[in-house]
């Protein structure tokens, strides 16, 4: 119980695992964010995704967001799983818990984690659909400490 986990994985995403990894007794909250597979992208109809990573440097970027999180928020431990290799409608892409404390300060963190994942962690996503397929690039969200 209690320790950071950053992975790249092709199996399926357990949501209680992750979770059992980031939990101890000094954290009251634990906040967590699941990227779930739809089946659509804007009006165009999904079948499934495909995602590739470069693991090593995609695991290595994961724990430098981990190291932002603790700096910045101070949260005790840290879960960042994503999955590589065909996804069906409605299986988890991305999860990420974050333990601290406090609420406040998991859920701004959580935020913050997804929001930095996609912008600085070498994962990419194909599309794929009855109009075809496409290789998608990631939102550039920025946190703004909302």
């Known amino acids: 119980m209690g320790a950071d986990v950053f ?19 000094e954290n009251g909250a634990v ?4 990227g779930v597979v739809r089946n659509h992208s804007g009006d165009k109809q999904t ?3 495909v995602y590739e990573a470069y693991p090593a ?41 974050v333990a601290s404390p406090h609420r406040a300060e998991a859920l701004a963190a959580c935020q913050y984690a997804i929001d930095r994942l996609k912008q600085i962690v070498p994962i990419w996503k194909k599309e794929v659909g009855v109009e075809g397929e496409s290789w998608v690039e990631g939102p550039q969200a920025a946190y703004e400490g909302r």
């Open 7 to 25: 992975k790249i994985t092709e199996d399926p995403i357990e949501p209680s695992d992750l979770f059992a990894d980031v939990v101890r007794d």
């Open 31 to 34: 906040a967590t964010f699941a």
């Open 47 to 49: 079948e499934y995704l």
């Open 57 to 97: 440097m995609a695991e290595r970027k994961m724990a430098e967001i981990g190291k932002e999180l603790k700096a910045r928020w101070g949260v005790v431990d840290i879960g960042m799983i994503h999955r590589v290799g065909k996804l069906e409608i409605g299986e988890i892409s991305v999860l990420i818990a």
